[in-house]
């Protein structure tokens, strides 16, 4: 990158912080969002960014060292994760019609809802949806019953113990969103229902079973993880990449953290 590109970047960047809290601006250029993505890719440790583009080389010990740097209780349990052999589990959840649905509600919702990720705070391209409100109106009752039982089916998970479950729509896209950063959740439980086929890249990729991998997925899948899973998404490099992501937040995973917060 170039000094002159290297300096509209950064500042680009500077006029974005003061939003972080409030929707961004519908105008908002192109080529600002990807000055952005840009930067941030640059930005981030060699060694991260290259197990998004490669998991299977990665190594997942050093790769947990380096995202959850000074974060002693989140690399514990994604070291944990990482150990476990059972740490994701894909099934199939919705149909191809219900995967469209929430396609068509992404794109109609996606400029007045867009703001900055809490991850990565860049432009999140996502859309938030009330679980007990506004789903079911969008797929039905049967896919959304289907869909609180993920953790359960997955991890034999307490359904009586999830106070909320938190649900938003995703859009990938090259000159959008193109990636994600490796993370770890803050809630009990997470499922990515995969609402797109036929784009290239945008691979969900996860540090479970020993070492670092890609996720294979169809259309209308559901990978479900505990939530100290290490994971991110690869660069897309064309097409469109959708995704409805749910966090399910548990009483006792609540309980704990405040014991731990007071103690």
């Known amino acids: 990158m170039h000094a002159k590109q290297r300096k509209r970047t950064l500042a680009a960047l500077l006029l974005l912080l003061p939003l972080q809290t409030q929707a961004l601006a519908t105008t908002l250029a192109p080529n600002v969002v990807r000055d952005q993505f840009d930067w941030s890719w640059q930005m981030q ?9 490669r998991p299977e080389r990665a190594d997942a010990a050093a790769l947990l060292a380096s995202v959850l740097a000074g974060d002693a ?9 990482l150990e476990r052999t059972d740490g ?23 400029a007045s809802q867009m703001a900055l990720d809490n991850t990565d705070r860049l432009p999140d391209f996502q859309v938030n949806v009330d679980f007990d409100r506004d789903l079911p109106g969008i797929l039905g009752a049967a896919d959304v019953a289907a869909l609180r039982a993920l953790p359960c089916d997955a ?16 859009r990938y896209a090259a000159d959008e969103r193109p990636f994600m950063k490796w993370h770890v959740d803050g809630n009990a439980y997470t499922a990515n229902v995969a609402l797109s086929e036929g784009h290239a890249g945008g691979e969900l990729v996860a540090a479970y079973g020993g070492r670092c991998r890609a996720v294979p997925r169809r259309l209308g899948a559901a990978t479900t993880h505990r939530g100290g899973l290490c994971h991110g998404v690869a660069p897309l490099t064309a097409g469109l990449r959708y995704s409805l992501i749910l966090f399910f937040h548990s009483k006792t995973s609540l309980e704990a953290r405040m014991r731990r917060g007071s103690s």
């Open 45 to 53: 440790p060699s060694l991260e960014a290259d197990a998004l583009l």
């Open 73 to 81: 209780p989140s690399t514990a349990v994604a070291t944990a994760e």
């Open 88 to 110: 994701v589990a894909t099934a199939p959840a919705l149909s191809a019609a219900s995967c469209a649905a929430l396609r068509d509600h992404c794109d109609a919702e996606m």
């Open 155 to 170: 991890f034999g998970a307490d359904a009586d113990d999830f106070y909320r479950v938190g649900c938003f729509l995703r």
